[in-house]
């Protein structure tokens, strides 16, 4: 990234933030490419000892932040005055309402505040900003809860991992970085269910996860390809498939009221009677790699979904979804894309994830045409909706 062009942007940027409403209105995208522009800018001034404080001080943000969180200062300060007002808080009047000692609460806060986490508005006087907010609720806090104590001793095992395996990647879904981080023969899905705080965590971050992103009806023009759709009362216009707790379900059926068709959400049988859903949204338990039981539905859409799998079991996920198509159906694939030269970073960091945890892989445009042809499909066309994540529905149709 060319350090003008980023220079350029951030004065841009400066002088939307000298009026608070100019700041509020800077579009989710241009932000993203702000961020990925200096991200890719500060990396560039490094020395190698910056570096090495960058990486040796990794894992210490999300221990702290656990601390803030489960010693009550989060939702504490949080919870005093509107975030972005200015009024601050003493250290001593913090500590005093959770029972802390002061000098303690004061360093956290300091640390918190270089993170971005809390505003310094004076020596030892800290505010609330939106950050402080957000986890101070249930979904950052199961984020911070499920990487903390699941994926970190994962991390732990990463170089003795590779090298007992002569620096291969995982062959099977057993035999990853997740059994030998959390002691165990399960597959990391399974292990997880057996788990319900576990699993509670993940799915509480799974609801934050595109916190404040664009989502792909954004860009995708649903009207226009279902102008030409025969609706009928027993097919369906929209499957979510494994799609959790049916948030996209909700959204869909907000966005669209006057939607015609059925709209079905399916997951395992574990999974679905946890979904609350508004009426007009059916729940279907099913396992994507044995059968996809609804026929010729207009669209059958998969959010992040693929990424959790090896290359043989999205081959049989999509030829399960093929055989219950017809001519006028279409695969809608909700996943990041990799580039394939110069990614952001985030992208890269899901792909290392996705490898360590459940052996699979983030893919590039050109994988994903790789697998689509193999199970007799094709991308018909994508949309990328966000910058930094690379998020992108592409949309799949028989060959």
Request: with cysteine; aromatic share 8%; glycine share 6%.
């Amino acid at each position: 990234m060319e350090v003008s062009s980023t220079i350029n942007a951030l004065k841009e940027v400066i002088t939307s933030f000298e009026s608070p409403a100019s700041a509020n209105e800077l579009s989710t995208l241009k932000r993203e490419r702000l961020l990925a522009q200096l991200s890719s800018l500060v990396f560039k001034l490094e020395r190698p000892v910056d570096a090495a404080n960058r990486l040796w001080a990794q894992q210490m943000p999300a221990a702290m932040v656990k601390v803030a969180i489960e010693s009550g200062l989060i939702g504490e300060l949080a919870k005093r005055g509107e975030q972005g007002s200015g009024v601050g808080h003493s250290e001593d009047e913090l500590a005093k309402a959770i029972g802390a000692e002061p000098s303690l609460i004061g360093r956290i806060l300091r640390y918190l505040a270089a993170q971005g986490l809390v505003d310094e508005v004076d020596v030892g006087v800290f505010a609330a900003n939106e950050k402080t907010v957000a986890f101070a609720g249930s979904g950052f806090q199961g984020c911070i809860e499920f990487f903390f104590d699941i994926i970190t001793p994962v991390y732990q095992e990463i170089p003795a991992y590779f090298a007992a395996r002569k620096y291969r990647s995982p062959a099977s879904v057993v035999d990853t970085a997740f059994q030998a981080g959390l002691k165990t023969s399960e597959p990391a899905f399974v292990w997880m269910q057996q788990r319900p705080e576990v699993m509670g965590s993940f799915m509480r971050y799974m609801t934050v996860q595109h916190y404040g992103k664009a989502d792909w009806l954004t860009l995708f023009p649903l009207e226009k390809e279902l102008a030409t759709w025969t609706n009928s009362q027993e097919k369906a216009v929209f499957v979510d498939v494994g799609g959790g707790m049916g948030h996209q379900c909700v959204v869909l059926k907000q966005r669209y009221p006057q939607l015609q068709g059925r709209v079905v959400l399916q997951d395992l049988p574990e999974v679905i009677p946890h979904a609350q859903l508004p009426p007009g949204i059916e729940k279907a338990a099913i396992n994507f790699l044995e059968n996809q039981p609804e026929k010729g539905a207009k669209f059958y859409y998969l959010r992040n979904i693929l990424h959790d799998w090896p290359d043989k079991d999205v081959l049989t996920i999509l030829k399960n979804i093929r055989d219950a198509m017809d001519k006028d159906s279409r695969i809608l694939i909700d996943e990041l894309v990799l580039a394939a030269k110069g990614s952001p970073l985030l992208p890269l960091q899901m792909d290392i994830l996705m490898m360590l945890n459940v052996g699979a892989a983030e893919r590039t445009l050109e994988q994903w045409q790789a697998l689509f042809d193999q199970a007799g499909l094709k991308i018909e066309n994508k949309y990328q909706y966000t910058e930094i994540s690379a998020d992108t529905l592409l949309v799949v149709a028989q060959k």
